[in-house]
């Protein structure tokens, strides 16, 4: 890796920012501001810093309408405002509001008035992630700790089916593997990590022991050591690919250590059993805390993907794929997520807001995106999906440009302060979410009174 000269060239400095990338959202980043940019960042890792020092090739910076020959148009706010709403409020049956994990909870709340409103389904991106994981949560219980009391006091962390070096580089530096705790003085000395996944990754390489069973052998290694842990006998030699000793000899570990934690991801969720993998690991939690003290946390992406799962779970009951058709909200898995009404082709207005389903989403929703009304609200050219747009609705970045408040994946609340200004022409998330529901309000208004 080359070296990198320090940064000298600044005017201002802000402390204690949020970082706004990956479920970490470590909170203790320096930005180094000079004429009104962010032209430095201490303490975040690679990919942290290189969101917060975007890059302005790619802001999305004005209002844009395609126009009839295909092209996107600059547009004044009013009038891309006006025809966003006309679109949500003029005729549409199945509008879908798909997005929200890179924005703030304040503008959630606008968000959930305007669906409720026009009776919209509003969906975040654990339909393509962590969707698993909430079902099992509500099958089997959600043994969950926090991150500070990770740092202080696990001796054990497992990471499950994720690759925390990779996807959240601070994560052993500053919760897990090597920070030193109120009960783990020697930091990294006091602890054991073992990574549980069939790929010998990087945090594999990190830890002291890897448990590398088969690809789809997820269920049935933690089932063996479920038996194990009841004690049961296990009849085969080999399970998943690990011969039974080694399994014995892990959950002896698990079950005498003081304090363990389980970190999942979507290795975890997204293999051949889905959510009944995650039950089973948190079966396992449950029999592990017979013996002594465990938990487990699942590896949230977007810093905010959790926000809307926790927020929308305490406002209408559901984590996400909330249906709001019937004037009151209601949940069913493979029938009222994105994907699942893509493919049957049942949305007719898409309102995406900072998501990229352009890139994430199978081919077949995405066709039918092509072939209905979608309106973007983000702060990037977020390539497939902006090409997709028939509205564009440059917003602002949370953490750096506009406050707001975003949850971490141990389900912490963290308050994301505001460093810099925005471009004059953007306009804050929670702004355009409101003022489209003040807009959509207002068309509907009027409907009801020419009736
Ligand atoms: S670990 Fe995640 S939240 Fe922390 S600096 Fe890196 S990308 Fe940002």
Request: hydrophobic residues 35%.
């Amino acid at each position: 890796m080359a070296y990198e000269e320090p940064i000298t060239d600044y005017d201002e400095i802000v402390e204690n920012c949020t970082c706004a990338f990956c479920g970490c959202n470590c909170d203790d980043l320096t930005y180094l501001i000079k004429d009104g940019h962010v032209v430095g960042v201490r303490h975040a890792c690679r990919l942290g810093a290189s969101k917060v020092m975007e890059d302005m090739d790619q802001r999305l910076l004005v209002p844009m309408i395609r126009n009839e020959e295909g092209d996107l148009v600059e547009a004044d706010w009013d009038t891309a405002l006006d025809k966003a709403a006309e679109l949500i409020a003029g005729g549409a049956v199945r509008p879908v509001f798909y997005g929200w994990s890179e924005t703030s909870i304040e503008t959630m709340k606008h968000g959930i008035k305007l669906g409720e409103l026009v009776g919209a389904v509003l969906d975040n991106q654990a339909t393509i992630c962590h969707g698993p994981s909430l079902q099992a949560v509500q099958n089997a219980g959600y043994p969950v700790n926090t991150l500070g009391e990770v740092k202080n006091r696990a001796d054990m962390i497992v990471y499950s089916g994720n690759n925390a070096m990779n996807s959240h580089p601070r994560h052993l530096g500053r919760y897990s593997a090597f920070p030193r705790g109120y009960f783990r003085k020697r930091g990294r000395f006091d602890k054991t990590i073992v990574t549980m996944d069939p790929r010998y990754t990087d945090t594999a390489k990190m830890s002291d022991i890897w448990v590398g069973f088969e690809q789809n052998g997820d269920y049935e290694f933690y089932n063996a050591m479920r038996a194990v842990l009841r004690g049961k006998k296990l009849k085969k030699d080999v399970i998943s690919g690990i011969p039974k000793e080694d399994i014995e000899e892990l959950v002896e570990a698990m079950k005498t250590t003081q304090y363990g934690s389980l970190f999942f991801g979507l290795g975890l969720t997204h293999t051949l059993s889905k959510q009944r993998n995650i039950d089973i690991a948190i079966n396992l939690i449950q029999d592990l805390n017979k013996f002594t003290k465990w938990n487990l946390v699942p590896m949230r992406g977007h810093f905010n993907v959790n926000g809307f799962n926790i927020f929308m779970a305490f406002e209408m009951g559901f984590p996400y794929g909330v249906d709001f058709s019937r004037g009151y909200p209601r949940y069913m898995n493979g029938e009222t997520n994105t994907i699942d009404l893509l493919t049957r082709e049942e949305p007719d207005v898409f309102m995406v807001i900072a998501a990229d389903p352009g890139a994430h989403f199978p081919g077949g929703a995405n066709r039918h995106l092509a072939n209905i009304p979608v309106i973007q609200i983000d702060i990037h050219w977020g390539g497939p999906s902006t090409e997709l747009a028939d509205i564009v609705l440059p917003g602002s970045f949370i953490g750096v440009e506009a406050a707001g408040t975003s949850y971490r994946m141990d389900g912490v609340p963290i308050y994301m302060k505001k460093a810099i200004d925005k471009p004059e022409t953007c306009r804050d998330d929670e702004w355009i979410v409101r003022e489209l529901h003040e807009r959509v309000q207002k068309i509907k208004g009027s409907k009801i009174a020419s009736k």
